[in-house]
């Protein structure tokens, strides 16, 4: 009877052992902060990959790729003054970029306005502060087959696509800001 208790509690301690194991592997042993519930949105892809070229522009007309980016984490956002939740999300984005400066946020416009109606359209709007970017061809859109928007692409030093969120998300959240900021400095996983 005593060899049987005895055969219980073993297969029951390496059936812990186990979950423990499996729960250690899941979780990175570099792994850092977890994505906080404000950027539930931004979901991570299961292959990082290098978006399809596309061409926008930035204040001055000068033709502009996202290559030109490389070396810095970037949070590609795709926008249009016609886009509710777009224009809510837009000073969220500004003060994302004000207080993690590291993190490139490179807002383009999707509408059919020229910068300076765009330039004015985010000063208006409480995001002065975000660079001036247009894609009046729409080259973003064709590329990467939106089919709505606000959609915001968080790409790694390398170029490649880290994570997507189709919808607006809550980037000025301070949980989301010591994420990105943690991100963008090579600390979380």
């Given amino acids: 009877m005593r060899r049987h208790h005895l055969v219980i509690i073993a297969v029951v301690a390496l059936a812990l052992i186990g979950i423990a194991l499996y729960a250690m592997r899941a979780q990175?042993?570099?792994e850092t902060a977890a994505r906080p519930d404000a950027l539930a949105k931004l979901v991570a892809v299961d292959r990082?990959?290098?978006l399809p070229a596309a061409a926008f522009?930035?204040?001055k007309?000068?033709?502009?790729?996202?290559?030109?980016?490389n070396g810095h984490y970037v949070l590609l956002n795709l926008w249009a003054t016609w886009c509710g939740p777009c224009v809510r999300e837009l000073p969220a984005l500004a003060k994302l970029q004000q207080a993690v400066p590291s993190l490139s946020i490179v807002a383009v416009s999707?509408?059919?306005e020229n910068a300076a109606d765009t330039e004015r359209f985010l000063k208006s709007h409480g995001a002065g502060s975000l660079h001036v970017y247009t894609d009046p061809d729409h080259a973003f859109l064709a590329a990467l087959g939106v089919v709505g928007l606000p959609l915001s692409v968080l790409m790694d030093e390398k170029g490649l696509e880290q994570a997507r969120a189709e919808?607006?998300?809550e980037w000025d959240n301070p949980?989301?800001?010591t994420y990105m900021r943690a991100?963008?400095?090579g600390k979380n996983g």
Avoid: K, N
Wanted: hydrophobic share 45%; charged share 25%.
């Fill in 110 to 112: 999707e509408g059919r």
């Fill in 28 to 30: 990175g042993v570099h």
């Fill in 167 to 169: 919808g607006p998300a």
């Fill in 48 to 50: 990082p990959r290098r």
């Fill in 61 to 69: 007309g000068e033709r502009m790729s996202l290559a030109s980016f």
């Fill in 57 to 59: 522009f930035d204040a």
């Fill in 183 to 185: 991100l963008a400095a």
């Fill in 175 to 177: 949980e989301a800001i």
